[in-house]
């Protein structure tokens, strides 16, 4: 009788195919890397007029003149910082308390129901979320920043005209943007928290909140964490939504209600018509800080999952 | 089973494409440009319509950028570029070869405003460089006022909006307010994206436009057309002889026209702060960069459809907003033209 090829192959010595299996997947795991590197090297050579010219302080100084061909990073990487801040602020408590809500409180069908509503969310272009923050969430704050400054003007955070556009109104729509990641990692996480474990707790006379405080929370928290890591590397790299509404002026500013600016959105601005090789340089070496601090963010993540995962076990 | 079924079908499916791609490469040939966006909206027209005439030709244009364009065109990626703003002298002497600027239509950048109940503003030079330098803060500054006699205006503070990406519209502007105001070109200067001192950042004219219709009391600057498509308020800006001119095609030739016979030979000329009582100030040309020189037949296949836009195609810039080159000026260009091999 013949056998099929593939039984044949199985016949043979097994070393074999275990080999040029490991040969394989190594290859791809190297490919990966191998692209992360040559992303950075590529960045760092055509960024080379810029640290050559600036140095270092390229990093930390705010002038943005591309007439006098002097530039700065500071106000990109702070805009970038305090949005993708503010909207984590916002994100992360709203995205939790719908998490559990959907997993601990809600009926199974309406948490099946809103949960695709949420992912659906997520699938939304952000050049349209962009257009929705222009159209419904700038007049809105507008409306609300002269209040604002009125009851909360004694800090420097709720000073300056009211013009709608500015950090907080990119805050705010970065947190629209990422919420949905949040709530629907978080909810299926919680979901697979076992559920003798949940039932001991209630035998043992828990309410619903010390059952999630006490039982799910730290069961879930390695992957809670990286939901939020994940929602944070997206508000980081954001880029046609903030610019639609962040006022795209470099200035650092503590007040939320001035306009500022961000690493991504300087990219998508003013590459097109950069005519300068300094200036070409300068926007490749910002795209260089924002790759280095999405690896810092992403390394930071990582450590606390580990931690997280450490203590639990 | 889709896999294989789409499999299949793959090599009809390719042998189609390769029909339908060699019919038309044994005819057609292909000119590619990138460039200014400024002009896009006429460049596509004519782009469009001269495959009517001569189907042979097809011309792709994409409009990523004056800066853009300059950069491909400098590394002949391309076969022409198009820019708002001439190559400086540094920029032409990096090039290998000889590059002409060829002006193909004219375009006025128009100043406009968003102020409740207000609907007529007029403006000269310094007091617009002081707006956009925050020097003037409220719009019932002095300085406006006295442009403005009877005018109620209103003491709310002004919100100025500017681009936020490099343009070929910025460069016109801020190319005017450096030669009005001393202030302006100290501070800020000139260039396709500047330092702004005050404002915020619109993506596009269309950011722009948005950003003054939304704001009550704002300030900004988009081509002629984007005013008119969205129905924004502009000012009238008083120009050399001291009249008020609000902008049209009209006023953007005459403003051409004022400068005519002070056209250098390599067509590179600003025209902002032109002579003449209709000029309107802040206008600019547009121009195609090609180089004498070209390859194969791209010369006379460059040369054919210039010939074409120099008489035929200017007839189609008014409708798009775009202000047709002064007939003295076309004849220096038809010049030119006959000058690419």
Known sequence: MRMSPSVLALAGPRWGADDAFRRMTLAFGLVIVGLAVAMGGTMAVNSRLAWRAFGLPFIWTSTWDPVAEVFGAWPFIWGTLVSSALALSVAVPLGLGTAVFLAEVAPRRLSDAASFAIELLAAIPTVIMGLMGIFILVPLVRWAEPWLARTLGFLPFFRGAPYGVGMLTAGLLLAFIILPYIVSITREIMLTVPRSLREAALGLGATKWEVVRLVVFPYARSGVTGAVFLALGRALGETMAVTMVIGNTPKVSLSLLEPGYSMAAVLANEFAEASSDLYVHSLVAIGLVLFGITIVVNAIARLMIHRATVRAS | ?341
């Not at chain 2, 590394?75 to 920029?91: E, L, Y």
Request: aromatic letters at 8%; glycine letters at 12%; proline letters at 6%.
């Open chain 2, 1 to 341: 089973m889709t896999t294989r079924k789409t499999l299949r079908s793959f090599p009809a499916l390719a042998l189609a494409m390769a029909v339908a791609a060699g019919g038309t490469a044994m005819a057609a040939t292909t000119l590619v440009g990138t460039g200014a966006s400024f002009p896009y909206p006429i460049y596509s027209k004519w782009f469009d319509e001269y495959q009517k005439v001569r189907p042979d030709v097809r011309i792709n244009y994409q409009s990523i950028g004056s800066g853009g364009g300059i950069r491909q065109i400098t590394a002949r990626t391309v076969d022409f570029g198009a820019s708002d703003g001439p190559m400086t002298s540094a920029q032409l002497f990096a090039v290998d070869g000889k590059i002409l600027h060829l002006p193909t239509v004219l375009g006025a950048v128009v100043v406009v405003f968003n102020l409740p109940g207000v609907d007529t503003l007029n403006l000269d030079g310094p007091t617009l460089a002081d707006i956009f330098l925050g020097k003037i803060r409220g719009w019932n500054d002095a300085a406006i006022a006295a442009l403005n006699p009877g005018v109620a205006l209103p003491a709310n503070p002004i919100t100025v909006v500017h681009r936020s990406d490099g343009s070929g519209t910025t460069f016109c502007l801020v190319d005017y307010l450096s030669k009005v105001s001393p202030a302006w070109l100290r501070t800020a200067g000139k260039g396709t994206a500047v330092n702004w001192p005050v404002g915020l950042g619109g993506k596009g004219n269309e950011g722009v436009a948005g950003l003054v219709k939304q704001t009550p009391y704002a300030i900004g600057y988009v081509e002629l057309i984007y005013a008119d498509q969205n129905h924004l308020s502009y000012a009238a800006i008083r120009n050399l002889a001291g009249k008020f001119v609000k902008a049209n095609t009209a006023a953007v030739t005459a403003a051409a026209a004022g400068t005519a016979s002070s056209m250098p030979g390599d067509f590179r000329v600003s025209i902002t702060n032109a002579a003449g009582d209709d000029a309107y100030p802040i206008s600019t040309y547009t121009w195609l960069l090609v180089y004498q020189a070209n390859p194969g037949n791209k010369g006379e296949i460059l040369k054919g459809f210039l010939r074409w836009m120099l008489k035929d195609g200017q007839g189609m810039a008014g409708g798009l907003g775009y202000a047709p080159l002064p007939d003295s000026v076309n004849g220096m260009v038809a010049k030119a033209v006959e000058t690419i091999r």
